[in-house]
């Protein structure tokens, strides 16, 4: 039995949440689905800074953005030029409707423009 309020768990012969005071059900209704279910890579990081960086600029724009293979390393190899043999490179992915505007931030972060002199 379950609160479909506070999602506590009672034993059976209870009927309603001793916090809440609702009515307990059998089974709780599923649960939502994540916000992102498709997501574009828009950098594989060469290194573990430029991630960092590239990450804490998409997120100053507004863009959510998420990194793949964050896997700790492991049996100690740890990474070699950024890249580990076990889990690959890591990635840098977002929601689609960002992907565009995402790259253009980055390329701007990858070439940044020239002093004027």
Excluded: H, W
């Excluded at 507004?62 to 896997?71: K, L």
């Amino acid at each position: 039995m379950y609160c479909p309020s506070c999602k506590a768990e009672f034993r059976t012969g209870y009927t309603a949440c001793a916090q809440c005071g609702v009515a307990l059900v059998d089974e709780l209704p599923p649960g939502p689905l994540p916000e992102y279910l498709d997501l574009t890579t828009v950098l594989v990081a060469p290194d573990e800074s430029m991630l960092m960086v590239a990450k804490s600029r998409l997120e100053a724009e507004g863009i959510p953005c998420f990194t793949t293979n964050n896997m700790q390393d492991l049996f100690g190899l740890g990474r070699i030029a950024g890249y580990n043999l076990v889990t690959g490179p890591q990635e840098l992915q977002v929601p689609p409707e960002d992907a565009e505007r995402a790259i253009e931030i980055l390329e701007a972060i990858e070439a940044p423009e020239e002093d004027a002199e």
